[in-house]
């Protein structure tokens, strides 16, 4: 889906976006901690029970509730 950010796009690839957080290159961000997620990230605007959601870090495309990315910040 175009709409959908690809983990290829070079944003994302600048960012270490997955689309499954459990797949991020835990070596090259090692700020990565198990159980963060898009969804659970404050930039993340997806609803509850949405799997995918804006986020203003990639403009227009929509990242996976299950994803990550290295801008993640826990909602508070
Ligand atoms: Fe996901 Fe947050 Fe990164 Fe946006 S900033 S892609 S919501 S982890």
Do not use: I
């Amino acid at each position: 889906d175009p709409t959908h950010l690809s983990e290829s796009d070079p944003a994302a690839q600048a960012l270490g976006y997955r689309a499954d957080a459990t797949k991020v290159d835990k070596a090259k961000f090692a700020k990565y901690q198990p159980g963060e997620t898009c969804s659970n990230c404050q930039f993340y605007h997806g609803k509850a029970g949405d799997a995918f959601g804006g986020c203003p870090m990639f403009g227009a495309k929509d990242v996976a509730a299950s994803g990550w990315c290295n801008a993640y910040a826990k909602r508070a």
